[in-house]
């Protein structure tokens, strides 16, 4: 699907998402004291229908982490993991061993919550810092069945008409640790010309 886009304007976008995620992973590997690094990165544009099967991609079943953001091109950015990894990295935060129930429960949710606000904010403050503009944001919301929470999102009906969106995505991994997982950022794909003029006009453009 990307191929419905000039290589350059993948090169610009391919830049700002990089950009973007070195910085929350930067700031989150400070917090939990590890080297946290994305492993790799892609850009499409894929009907938002199919979606449930990027986020439960795996026999484990994923925890999806999101926040919505609202400015000139309303987008969604989210966390991708199973519950085990999310637990991990909180007692990193913690810098302590805490004791988490095997399922996600109401002992846990509110620390998984937590985890997902300190991530995706590095990643909206990442945002901020490149657009110069203030994104404003929800509360951040956590879902176990990726196939209802697409419907969530707010990009359309996607039980009457496909849905095309803009994703970008990174796996990262925790280094020297079993912990990764999924960052992902989603945009209406007819914004893709705002979103390159806003971009281009603060990255460095590599050809």
């Known amino acids: 699907m990307t191929k419905m886009l000039p290589r350059y304007k993948i090169q610009i ?6 950009s973007c995620v070195d ?3 930067v700031a989150l590997g400070k917090m939990i004291r590890k080297d946290v690094r994305p492993i790799e990165s892609s ?8 979606l449930s099967e990027t986020l439960n ?3 484990i079943s994923n925890i ?3 926040t919505k953001i609202t400015n000139s091109f309303n987008s969604i950015v989210l ?3 199973p519950l085990n990894n999310y637990l991990k990295l909180i007692d990193m935060l913690l810098h302590k061993k805490i004791e988490y129930y095997e399922a996600l429960d109401q002992e846990n949710i509110p620390s998984v919550i937590e985890l997902g606000n300190i991530i995706n904010g590095y990643f909206i403050s990442s945002l901020n810092s490149l657009f110069e503009e203030k994104f404003n944001f929800y509360e951040t919301e956590i879902s176990t069945n990726p196939y209802r929470v697409i419907e969530d999102f707010g990009f ?36 893709i010309d705002k979103i390159l003029e806003n971009i281009s006009s603060k990255l460095h453009i590599v050809r």
Do not use: P, Q
Request: charge should be positive; hydrophobic fraction near 45%.
């Open 79 to 81: 966390i991708c993991s």
């Open 156 to 191: 359309g009906d996607i039980y009457m008409k496909k849905i095309r969106v803009l994703k970008f995505e990174s796996d990262f991994k925790v280094l020297s640790e079993n912990i990764n997982g999924k960052l992902i950022l989603l945009t209406d794909m007819n914004k």
């Open 13 to 18: 976008m391919k830049n700002f998402w990089e």
């Open 23 to 25: 910085e929350a992973l």
């Open 57 to 59: 991609h795996t026999k």
């Open 43 to 50: 850009i499409k544009i894929e009907l938002i229908n199919n």
């Open 64 to 66: 999806i982490v999101y």
